[in-house]
C-alpha cells in the first residue's frame, strides 16, 4: 500500500444546489466550491479492498461563487447556508467521509473504477454513502473523480425556503476531482 496526501490546491470539490417549489421560476441556483480540504488516501493496487480514504473540509469555508446569481443575493445566501438553519458551522465545523470499504477493477494502465462505500458525517449526522470513482495513479499522484447526490433531510437540515413558494431542493449534486500527492 502506498500513502498519499490530499492536495487541497489541485482538488476541487462543488456543490450544486437547486431550487424547488410553486415559483421555483423566481429562484436561483447555487453553486458552492469547498476549498478548505485536507486528507489521505492509502492505496493498495495489488488488493484494493485494502485500500482507504477520509477526507474532511471546514464546513465555514464553503463558499457560495455567485455563479448565476444577482450579487446582492451572495451574502445573504452564504449567511443562511453557514447559519444555524442549515449547516450551523458553529456546532458542526467540519464535513468528513470516511471509507469502510473500496471495491473494483483496473480500467486501465493506471486507471480504476472503484466503489467506496463510507461514513459522510454532515451537520453531526452520519450517514453511509456510495461513491463511484474514477482513480488514476500516476507515479506520485493520485486523482479520483466522481458525483454523488446528498440530501438535506438524511442529515437533519431542512431545506431553506422563502415564503413557501421558492425552495431549495432537498437533493444536492457534489462533483469532485481529488489530488493527492505520495507521501514522503
Do not use: C
Amino acid at each position: 500500500p502506498r500513502v498519499y496526501v490530499v492536495a487541497p490546491d489541485d482538488s476541487d470539490v462543488t456543490i450544486r444546489v437547486g431550487k424547488a417549489g410553486l415559483f421555483k421560476f423566481a429562484g436561483h441556483e447555487h453553486e458552492v466550491v469547498a476549498p478548505a480540504l485536507r486528507g489521505e488516501v492509502v492505496a493498495d493496487v495489488r488488493d484494493l479492498s485494502r485500500s482507504s480514504v477520509w477526507v474532511t473540509f471546514a464546513a465555514g469555508a464553503l463558499r457560495v461563487t455567485g455563479k448565476g446569481e444577482p450579487p446582492e443575493d451572495v451574502p445573504k445566501v452564504q449567511a443562511a447556508m453557514v447559519g444555524p438553519k442549515v449547516l450551523d458551522v458553529a456546532r458542526f465545523p467540519e464535513i468528513t467521509f470516511r471509507s469502510r470499504a473500496v471495491s473494483g477493477r483496473p480500467a486501465g494502465p493506471t486507471a480504476y473504477d472503484l466503489q467506496v462505500t463510507g461514513d459522510l458525517t454532515v451537520h453531526g449526522v452520519t450517514r453511509t454513502l456510495t461513491l463511484p470513482l474514477q482513480v488514476d495513479l500516476n507515479g506520485a499522484a493520485l486523482t479520483a473523480a466522481g458525483r454523488a447526490v446528498i440530501r438535506h433531510t438524511d442529515h437533519g437540515m431542512k431545506p431553506v425556503s422563502v415564503a413557501g413558494v421558492v425552495n431549495v431542493r432537498n437533493e444536492i449534486g457534489v462533483e469532485f476531482r481529488i489530488t493527492a500527492r505520495a507521501a514522503p
